[in-house]
């Protein structure tokens, strides 16, 4: 019964995406039509000055000139402002078609969104009773004191989950094996990604659950689980919800959720100003690297079939593939039960080639090749001709040991989610034929 109603709103939101779509073409047509040809004339502009606009801010954040970083602001503004005004000046005499186009394309995407989603969770394997004595630790201090502007440790309270609120100089792992000792049967984390893998390395010990609070300022892994950033209070129904198993990366002796880096943003999240001033820390750090003066990683390593890497500008290694996603390097995660780490390793050595790159991944048309390569193994050993290395892993500033033995625990974190939670629709690209024929096919379906 909920699958034939799942499917019935799937259809609706199908064709409200295809009636959307519809709306789009007509907006365009209209637009085009009372502008008298000044759309068009427009569309070559805006195209121009994208490149402009991508050029000079390339170009403001890498120089280390403070004049020629203000005259690539400048131009970008003014390249900018010329797009709004010739935009201005087509909506008025096309306002209706203007208004159509944005209505059009605003209620596609979330119409198709939803459309292409799921139709119901699927069934998971959950406990027979909830946790009767689950344990909280709360990062106070994480997404700039999220938790307690929330009111979250009395709200877990409320719920009969023992809170620790995390003081200076804890160690977040030690408590959760206390915890453990004690009798938790299952443990979680408030705080945001750096806080995570070291409780969940004593989940995955003791193999008892572990629930997830975005607290944080980014939350990268709670968002590839489905969790809704916005809403930590949410987050805490994981204590009655049901369980899922996913995938663990370790490294050495330590355990990652989401990757580990090595080379410069590794050099990047090392820095001590970076967690208060992470855009200030960035230009200080990375401009460098972009303009290729940076010093080579000095490692080494090979792929499954045996090629040779070394002296790489930046190594990163995954829980699982990451979907390059809105011009990220790092997109979302699609699945974290592949069994798979996600290597990659950039190779380009100049600054034109890491533009470029940078470019075809904003287009989404990046494609291993010279400058970059990417693969999926269970495991990776790196070589270094160092005593220390520089870290960071789930985005906290570590050193590791050489070499690294990297590799994949499949299905060794139990984790709570709550009753409520969709899984995540798989990335769409919304403006693609492909997109609009399953549209189509989704809209014509008599049952899921």
Same mark, same amino acid.
């Given at each position: ?30 637009? =085009?039509?009372?502008?008298?040809? &000044?759309? $068009? %004339?427009? @569309? +070559?502009? !805006?195209?121009?000055? /994208?490149?402009?606009?991508? #050029? ?41 078609? =203007?208004?159509?186009?944005?209505? &059009?394309? $605003? %209620?596609? @995407? +979330?119409? !198709?969104?939803?459309? /292409?989603?799921?139709?119901? #969770? ?53 408590? +959760? ?272």
């Amino acid at each position: 019964m909920d699958g034939d109603a799942g499917g019935a709103a799937q259809r609706r939101w199908a064709w409200a995406a295809l009636a959307a779509l519809l709306l789009v073409a007509g907006g365009l047509a209209a637009v =085009v039509v009372l502008s008298g040809g &000044g759309l $068009l %004339g427009l @569309a +070559a502009i !805006a195209g121009l000055s /994208l490149a402009v606009v991508a #050029a000079t801010g390339w170009w403001a954040f890498t120089t280390s000139r403070v004049w020629k970083r203000r005259l690539n602001i400048a131009l970008a503004v003014l390249v900018v402002a010329n797009v709004l005004v010739g935009l201005v000046q087509v909506g008025l005499r096309a306002v209706v078609g =203007v208004l159509a186009l944005a209505i &059009g394309t $605003l %209620g596609y @995407a +979330a119409a !198709a969104r939803r459309a /292409l989603g799921p139709a119901v #969770a699927p069934a998971s394997p959950g406990p027979a009773t909830p946790p009767a004595r689950p344990w909280l630790l709360v990062n106070p201090g994480s997404g700039s004191g999220k938790a307690a502007r929330l009111g979250l440790a009395a709200a877990a309270r409320a719920r009969g989950v023992q809170v620790h609120e995390l003081a200076p100089g804890d160690d977040p792992q030690a408590l +959760a094996r206390q915890a453990v000792a004690a009798g938790a049967d299952a443990v979680a984390v408030a705080g945001g990604d750096g806080s995570l893998g070291l409780v969940a390395a004593v989940a995955v010990e003791a193999d008892v659950p572990f629930v997830c609070v975005p607290a944080g300022t980014r939350n990268h892994f709670a968002a590839d689980l489905g969790l809704d950033r916005a809403d930590p209070l949410a987050a805490l129904e994981a204590f009655a919800g049901s369980e899922r198993r996913i995938d663990v990366g370790v490294v050495g002796e330590r355990m990652f959720l989401n990757n580990v880096s090595l080379g410069a943003y590794a050099d990047l999240v090392a820095d001590p100003g970076y967690r208060a001033e992470k855009l200030a820390t960035a230009h200080a750090v990375l401009p460098g690297a972009l303009r290729g003066e940076r010093a080579l990683l000095p490692v080494a390593f090979q792929d499954p079939q045996g090629r040779r890497y070394q002296d790489v500008l930046m190594l990163l290694v995954a829980n699982n593939g990451y979907e390059l996603s809105g011009g990220a390097v790092l997109g979302t995660r699609e699945r974290l039960d592949g069994g798979v780490l996600q290597v990659s390793a950039l190779r380009a050595r100049t600054g034109a080639k890491l533009a470029g790159l940078a470019a075809r991944i904003a287009a989404r048309r990046a494609r291993p090749g010279a400058d970059w390569a990417q693969w999926t193994t269970t495991a990776l050993r790196v070589e270094a001709p160092l005593a220390r290395l520089p870290a960071g892993i789930d985005g906290e500033a570590v050193t590791l040991a050489p070499p690294l033995e990297f590799r994949v625990l499949p299905l060794a974190l139990r984790v709570l989610l709550p009753p409520a939670l969709r899984p995540r629709a798989a990335q769409a690209r919304l403006g693609s034929w492909a997109t609009v024929r399953r549209l189509w096919a989704v809209a014509g379906t008599r049952r899921p």
